[in-house]
């Protein structure tokens, strides 16, 4: 089966690298999935789980906090300043933070936790 | 004990306490010269893909966007000078602070004036006493510097950017840092940020790998978009690099001040003990001359009443 190569990158790490089958993510017009042999694409990407499937059937997922993505040659690299993967997120301090910032009303603070409580539960809406 | 012989003495502990402190400091800086390699490394990728990104979408559109295209008459331009917090770093600051000094001077020949913004407590001092007008400054995370602290710093010059000339805006953005080249040899260099000069961009990069072109990219949601999202970012990534490479240099540079110092106190350690060893013989010989010389006139007395 015909795999492309995904870099998940953040500012201050590799988050995650591996051959992949499809990957999902967002844009401000829409969730994009893209597929091996894609037309070069260069994307903006909204706040939101990245869902990629690995060529082994496996699913990553990985909460990314605004950033681009950018697909050439077969190879994709997500790229954003903060990036985690579901395994990586400890689900009771988020939902401890989503708490605080909806008592705070602080709407990014919360909009950050939600996004990251929705990347642990795998839901991609 | 003998005056002289006493003051020696004291002089020695006093080094060898100011030695131990050295060697300390050039233990912590030579562990966390390690760090910061590390860290720069780990924000490599980061930086390579974006740049390739920028470059991407700079040469595959035709958009004209504030942020790539170069002002046709530069009035103003902003430095950012990169310096450390704190000193005991040889002469890591004031090269860094020469270099853009070099630099102001080189931009206002161009008949440009310059606003200067610093990083780290070295530079704003040195601005402060020589009463030079600092337009925005920042301090504190020298030693360690996060990406938070890079996209405080950016922001600030990205305001400066895109503010109206007229305004009190700038048409170039310049930083100064010192780069690290290996464990021994970091000089300061001035970097050209904005606006984008690609060629600087691809070599600097290593992105493009000789010859091949980049591929046509498809942009979503358009071109415009995806640069006015970019080129913050890509700001924000040279920053980061730029203050990484700092602090490894801040480091390397303190290691090898500390070094001499503490070799340098070996060294007066070892001299003050040698005139210390000479000063108690002397007094040993003085002390044995007076006995012998006492005994003898003791004998003189003697013998002179016989």
Redesign the interface.
Known sequence: MAELHV?L??????VWSGEATLVVAR???GD?GIMPGH??????LESGPVTVRTSDGATVVAAVHG????F??NKL?V?A?IAELADEIDVGRAERALERAKAEADAAAERRAEIRLRAVAGVHR | MGAQLRVYKRRIRSVTATKKITKAMEMIAASRIVKAQRAVAASTPYARELTRAVTAVATGSTTEHPLTTEAENPVRAAVLLVTSDRGLAGGYSSNAIKAADKLTERLEAEGKQVRTFIVGRKGVAYYNFRQREVADAWTGFTDQPTYADAKKVAGGLIEAFTTETAAGGVDELHIVFTEFVSMVSQTPVDVRLLPLSLDRAESDEETAKEGEALPLYDFEPSAEDVLDALLPRYVESRVYNALLQSAASEHAARRRAMKSATDNAEELIKSLSRLASAARQAEITNEISEIVGGASALADATAGSD
């Open positions: 870099e990158v953040a500012a201050d790490r590799n844009t401000p017009s994009i037309q070069p694409l260069l994307g903006v950033g681009f993505i950018s050439a040659d690299s790229l300043e």
